[in-house]
């Protein structure tokens, strides 16, 4: 059974890119690496989910293999776990609708399968969410125009840590944001299982610039091989020290 990590790229924003290459094609490309992207638009009060923006909002997502979400700045702590947790079920739903492929020979889907057997799968799908490990790199846009959103979107992180640690699989989490002044994207918080320390660092972010957002995903799904290396690096030293 599956016992592997899911990877995500949890996009959060609140307006259409300006820089770079395209968003969705570097989002393709991240789901053809196996990694999801998933996002959440940020509105204003006085702002539509018609505007522009959050058209490609879904065409990134879409891109992603993940989901989409546009929220008012209030609700975004709950948006925030629901998205996270929902992109993981439908990740699962599709490793196991492959699965089925293979057992019956033919592209059979969970729901296609005959309803007395289908509760059955469905709940090791939820048994799959509550055990696989999870990586999460979250992926903040600090753009001018985000200035006065950034306490909600930490105080929504922190309650997505916490709501995640009461799963079994291990959740490890890592913060990026853009735009930086020399690279696509800054590092904020690196990865870690718990993201209370974000409480220090979150305040102290400058807002400003353009969007770079296809270059800014383009380089997290870097992120995610320079952490294989890293713990492959740190596994290698603790076999040396303990031999």
Known sequence: MYKGTLRQILLITDGCSN????????????????????VIGILEDNQSETDSGFQEIEQIAKAGGGINQVV??????????????????????????KELANIFGQNQTIEEIEPEKRGEVIEVVEDLGETCNLEVLILVDTSASMNNKLLTVKEALIDLSINLHAR?????????????????????????TELDS??????????????????????????FSKMELKRGYDDAETYTEEG
């Not at 700045?73 to 996270?84: F, G, H, R």
């Not at 079994?168 to 870690?192: C, M, T, Y």
């Not at 400058?206 to 957002?213: A, K, L, M, Q, R």
């Open 19 to 38: 820089s770079g290459e395209s968003p969705i094609e570097s989002a393709k490309f991240a789901f053809q690496n196996g990694i999801t992207v998933n």
């Open 72 to 97: 008012y700045k209030e609700n975004l702590s709950q948006t925030v776990q629901a998205v996270t947790k929902q992109a993981m079920t439908q990740t699962l739903q599709g490793f196991v609708n």
């Open 168 to 192: 079994v699989g291990e959740n490890n989490f890592a913060i990026f944001q853009f735009p930086n002044r020399n690279k696509p994207i800054g590092l904020v918080h690196d990865w870690s």
């Open 198 to 223: 974000i409480s220090v660092i979150f305040p102290k972010l400058v807002t400003g610039g353009v969007t770079p957002t296809g270059p800014a995903i383009r380089e997290a799904i870097l992120q």
